[in-house]
């Protein structure tokens, strides 16, 4: 087998010269694949001779078979031989390319493969440093009152009616025409009065109630519910109120502040969660600057990017985002249900997102290769270790078990973090 090449930026033509007696071969095994498809009489149905099915089938009957065979086998021995070669798609044979004669076959192979970058300015440039947003006080009282709040208990009272903002315990039953529905029914819920937590109306409703009223609540389902049974549907619940809770705050003093901190007084507190505040504003503004540099340098490359790469990672993110839906029980399916959203439609809406992460990857990685940047492998062991610590796995047996794909994921996180340095260090951000 002999081959050219011919590449015009991400697509590769490859064209394969078979001779005489590599075609017979393939040819023999593509009868041997197929002779139990035929019955003649006179033969056990796969033992008929090939000259004979080719007699009365024709000389071609296996042609196409054996083509596929050559084009399977000698397309994986050209990239063996090739290890440069990266296919982002799977090959296509050219069947226009297709001849064949008594000295053998030649055919071609269509083949996309990673883009050429033409990579623009990435060392000496000069970022304009973003200034950290001010503190002000009304948030770090506004982050104390989140605290408070997190640390309020609620008491039991038996004085009064029902209030806003109170946490009641209740029993329900809902009906629609007067038929009880899936899921409307449950006993001893809480249910925080403001929280808007039920439907539309439910909740105002049960202001004014006392413990052991019961009462039935008329409200409305939404027309864009996600039961359609009860879209847009009127319906009766039932409500008996067992219990009501009120919501207790402690007082914003030192006490509170030695209760829930390692301060002994509320103005110490309260300037650590400033001083806190202003780190991680100072920590966005960097973010953002190091954004800022990579989008630039990222933005002034050349590359023609082939629709298969971006379909690729739309194809990862569509998966991605079934796996989010998920943890929240719902599948691909329902949403589309709930939505009146389609895949085109989902699709489409990631084709910008998946185009500015291959272009970022392709960037990368040619900048990496050029300036020769590898793997430290204590820091890809370290991640490796780290992973598996957070994954509650034995060190020694996940890192046993690793695959040679599995450690390349860990190696690139290092040669990118590694390129990330090497960049914020040939650059100014001032």
């Given at each position: 087998m002999k081959y050219v090449t011919e590449k015009n930026n991400a697509k590769l033509t490859v064209t394969f010269k078979v001779n005489a007696t590599e075609w017979e071969?393939?040819?023999?095994?593509?009868?041997?694949?197929?002779?139990?498809?035929?019955?003649?009489?006179?033969?056990?149905?796969?033992?008929?001779?090939?000259?004979?099915?080719?007699?009365?089938?024709?000389?071609?009957?296996?042609?196409?078979?054996?083509?596929?065979?050559?084009?399977?086998?000698?397309?994986?021995?050209?990239?063996?031989?090739?290890?440069?070669?990266?296919?982002?798609?799977?090959?296509?044979i050219d069947e226009k390319s297709v001849k064949a004669n008594d000295k053998g076959v030649t055919f071609a192979v269509d083949v996309v493969v990673k883009p050429d970058v033409e990579l623009g300015q990435y060392t000496g440039l000069t970022i304009k440093k973003s200034k950290p947003a001010t503190v002000k006080a009304a948030e770090v009282d506004a982050e104390v009152e989140r605290i408070r709040e997190r640390n309020a208990r609620f008491v039991e009272i038996t004085d009064r009616a029902v209030q806003q903002g109170d946490e009641v315990n209740l029993d329900y039953s809902g009906s629609v025409d007067g038929v009880k529905f899936e899921g409307g029914t449950a006993e001893k819920q809480t249910l925080v009065i403001g929280s808007h937590t039920f439907i539309e109306g439910f909740e105002d409703q049960l202001v004014g109630m006392n413990i052991g009223e019961t009462k039935d609540i008329n409200v409305t389902f939404p027309a864009e519910y996600h039961a359609e049974d009860l879209k847009g549907k009127a319906a009766v619940f039932t409500v008996k109120i067992n219990a009501i809770r009120v919501k207790e705050l402690p007082e914003l003093d030192d006490e509170f502040a030695k209760d829930v901190s390692e301060f002994s007084t509320l103005k110490e507190y309260k300037d650590d969660i400033k001083k806190n505040m202003k780190n991680e504003r100072a920590k966005e503004a960097e973010i953002k600057d190091e954004n800022t540099l990579m989008e630039t340098i990222i933005s002034s490359a050349q590359i023609d990017i082939p629709k298969e790469m971006i379909d690729e990672q739309i194809d990862d993110f569509v998966e991605d985002f079934k796996y989010q839906l998920m943890y929240q029980g719902l599948n691909i399916d329902n949403y589309f249900k709930y939505t009146n959203n389609t895949m085109e439609s989902l699709r489409a809406n990631y084709t910008e997102r998946a185009e500015k992460a291959v272009r970022t990857r392709l960037v990368l990685e040619e900048i990496a290769k050029k300036e020769n940047l590898k793997a430290d492998p204590a820091v890809v062991d370290a991640k490796i270790k780290e992973y598996a610590?957070?994954?509650?796995?034995e060190v020694d047996k996940f890192t046993a078990q690793l695959t040679p794909d599995q450690r390349v994921y860990f190696e690139n996180q290092a040669i990118t973090e590694s390129l990330i340095e090497f960049l914020k260090k040939s650059n100014t951000i001032a």
């Amino acid at each position: 087998m002999k081959y050219v090449t011919e590449k015009n930026n991400a697509k590769l033509t490859v064209t394969f010269k078979v001779n005489a007696t590599e075609w017979e071969g393939a040819m023999q095994k593509a009868y041997e694949q197929n002779k139990s498809k035929y019955s003649v009489p006179g033969f056990r149905k796969g033992h008929t001779p090939r000259r004979v099915l080719e007699n009365m089938y024709g000389k071609g009957l296996f042609f196409e078979d054996a083509l596929y065979i050559c084009a399977q086998e000698y397309y994986s021995e050209f990239l063996d031989k090739n290890k440069d070669v990266q296919p982002v798609a799977r090959p296509v044979i050219d069947e226009k390319s297709v001849k064949a004669n008594d000295k053998g076959v030649t055919f071609a192979v269509d083949v996309v493969v990673k883009p050429d970058v033409e990579l623009g300015q990435y060392t000496g440039l000069t970022i304009k440093k973003s200034k950290p947003a001010t503190v002000k006080a009304a948030e770090v009282d506004a982050e104390v009152e989140r605290i408070r709040e997190r640390n309020a208990r609620f008491v039991e009272i038996t004085d009064r009616a029902v209030q806003q903002g109170d946490e009641v315990n209740l029993d329900y039953s809902g009906s629609v025409d007067g038929v009880k529905f899936e899921g409307g029914t449950a006993e001893k819920q809480t249910l925080v009065i403001g929280s808007h937590t039920f439907i539309e109306g439910f909740e105002d409703q049960l202001v004014g109630m006392n413990i052991g009223e019961t009462k039935d609540i008329n409200v409305t389902f939404p027309a864009e519910y996600h039961a359609e049974d009860l879209k847009g549907k009127a319906a009766v619940f039932t409500v008996k109120i067992n219990a009501i809770r009120v919501k207790e705050l402690p007082e914003l003093d030192d006490e509170f502040a030695k209760d829930v901190s390692e301060f002994s007084t509320l103005k110490e507190y309260k300037d650590d969660i400033k001083k806190n505040m202003k780190n991680e504003r100072a920590k966005e503004a960097e973010i953002k600057d190091e954004n800022t540099l990579m989008e630039t340098i990222i933005s002034s490359a050349q590359i023609d990017i082939p629709k298969e790469m971006i379909d690729e990672q739309i194809d990862d993110f569509v998966e991605d985002f079934k796996y989010q839906l998920m943890y929240q029980g719902l599948n691909i399916d329902n949403y589309f249900k709930y939505t009146n959203n389609t895949m085109e439609s989902l699709r489409a809406n990631y084709t910008e997102r998946a185009e500015k992460a291959v272009r970022t990857r392709l960037v990368l990685e040619e900048i990496a290769k050029k300036e020769n940047l590898k793997a430290d492998p204590a820091v890809v062991d370290a991640k490796i270790k780290e992973y598996a610590v957070q994954a509650g796995i034995e060190v020694d047996k996940f890192t046993a078990q690793l695959t040679p794909d599995q450690r390349v994921y860990f190696e690139n996180q290092a040669i990118t973090e590694s390129l990330i340095e090497f960049l914020k260090k040939s650059n100014t951000i001032a």
